[in-house]
């Protein structure tokens, strides 16, 4: 089955601590997403990777988040001082393009909670 | 710019009545619309997707839903709800020049009774 992983899937951080959560994407696909959702609300795009290179991305990622794809098969989301309005559940996604609208697969997110 | 607004909150329906969960964008154009589910601690599953063509769309699950231009609708439909439904739905639209970012609603709790 299809599937896109996440780890951890529960992270705790203190207020000014740096956070990282990784994706590994569906085996294929190129083009990854990263969402932030709160308090189950809507979900937030934050960052878009094709082939391993950021294409689009929120001015929240630029000012206060890392985001990485090394390799094809693993991409990482990080926020450099965690603040409480970062507690939020991360969702990332991918998909293959093609001729036709790519379905993005959901991972199951990590969840962030800073205190 | 774009949005998707999804009016109702929670809806409850008690199982085996027909479900119409509401959805309206902003966008100008035609755009690319989807509904997706969300259970509990799991990430979201496509129900159904809209391209430009047959404005009703049959999806997973008995699902289906209508896009209206002139409302600037996408309505998520079900004839007979079941319980396993009891979720959180997702309508999403996706602009297809910003490489298939989407943007969601807010979201609608769906709560089924028995």
């Known amino acids: 089955d299809a599937a896109v992983t996440q780890k951890p899937r529960y992270l705790i951080k203190m207020k000014g601590q740096e956070a990282e959560m990784k994706c590994i ?27 391993q290179q950021p294409l689009d ?29 970062d507690s939020a559940l991360y969702l990332c996604s991918s998909s293959q393009p093609g001729t036709d609208y790519a379905e993005q697969f959901f991972g199951p997110g990590t969840r962030l909670t800073v205190l | ?22 959805c309206k964008y902003s966008y100008f154009g035609t755009p690319y619309l989807f509904w997706y589910v969300q259970y509990p601690r799991q990430g979201l599953q496509l129900l159904l997707k809209y391209y430009p063509g047959d404005p009703v769309v049959q999806g997973v699950n008995g699902f289906e839903a209508e896009f209206s231009k002139s409302n600037s609708s996408f309505h998520l439909r079900k004839a007979s709800v079941h319980w396993s439904d009891w979720a959180v739905y997702f309508c999403a639209v996706s602009l297809m020049s910003n490489y298939n970012v989407l943007y969601f609603g807010s ?8």
């Not at chain 1, 085996?27 to 609300?41: C, I, L, M, N, P």
């Not at chain 1, 630029?62 to 309005?85: N, Q, W």
């Not at chain 2, 979201?107 to 028995?114: A, D, F, I, Q, S």
Request: hydrophobic share 35%; with cysteine.
């Open chain 1, 25 to 51: 994407p569906e085996k294929g696909h190129t083009a990854v997403f990263w969402y932030q959702q709160k308090q189950s609300k809507e979900l937030k795009f934050l960052i878009y990777f094709q082939n």
């Open chain 1, 57 to 85: 991305q929120i001015d929240m990622v630029k000012e206060r988040f890392s985001a990485v794809c090394p390799s094809s098969s693993l991409c990482s989301l990080g926020i450099r001082t965690c603040e409480a309005e």
């Open chain 2, 1 to 22: 710019a774009q949005s998707v607004t999804q009016p109702d909150a929670r809806v409850t329906v008690s199982e085996g009545a027909s479900l119409q969960l509401r």
């Open chain 2, 107 to 114: 979201g609608t709790k769906l709560t089924v009774e028995p």
